[in-house]
C-alpha cells in the first residue's frame, strides 16, 4: 500500500488548538515556523518530543509542521503532542505504535475534554463566592 502524500492531524487542550502536517522529509520538526530544537523552556520541548521518541528512527525521514494557535505554553505543547502523535499513526499505520501510545498516555491519542468553568454571579470566580456576615 502506497504512504499518503501528506497526513494533517489536530490536538486540543483547553484552548490550545494545534494542527500537525506530516509530509516526507528530512526530519525537520516546526512549532509554528520555528525548529523544535529552538522551542523553550525544556520542559514543554521534551514533552512535544515525547512521541517523536517513542517511534525510534522511523520519524527521520519525516517533516513534522505544527501550527499552535491559543492556550498557554503547557497546553499548546500537550496539544502539539497529540497532534503529532496521531500524524504519526496515521503516517505510519502500525496497530502496535497506536497501542504503545495509549499504554505510555492516553491523552497522546484522545484529546483532553476538560474546560474552564464559566464565572457566576456572586463571586470572584466560578467557585468563589463572597462571604456574608450576619452580626
Given at each position: ?59 527521520k ?18 496539544a502539539a ?11 505510519i499505520k ?7 501510545f ?31 456576615s450576619?452580626?
Open positions: 500500500m502506497k504512504a499518503p502524500q501528506i497526513v494533517l492531524a489536530t490536538g486540543k487542550r483547553k484552548t490550545a488548538v494545534a494542527r500537525a502536517t506530516v509530509r516526507k522529509g528530512h526530519g525537520l520538526v516546526r512549532i509554528n515556523e520555528r525548529p523544535l530544537e529552538l522551542v523553550e523552556p525544556e520542559m514543554v520541548r521534551l514533552k512535544i518530543q515525547e512521541p517523536l521518541l517513542m517511534v525510534g528512527d522511523r520519524w525521514s519525516l517533516d513534522i509542521s505544527v501550527d499552535l494557535q491559543g492556550g498557554g505554553i503547557v497546553g499548546q505543547a500537550s503532542r497529540t497532534a503529532i502523535a496521531r500524524g504519526l499513526i496515521a503516517w502500525d496497530p502496535a505504535l497506536e497501542e504503545m495509549k499504554r505510555y498516555d492516553r491523552s497522546l491519542i484522545v484529546n483532553d475534554p476538560r474546560r474552564k468553568l464559566p464565572k457566576r454571579p456572586g463571586g470572584r470566580g466560578a467557585r468563589a463566592r463572597r462571604q456574608k450576619y452580626r
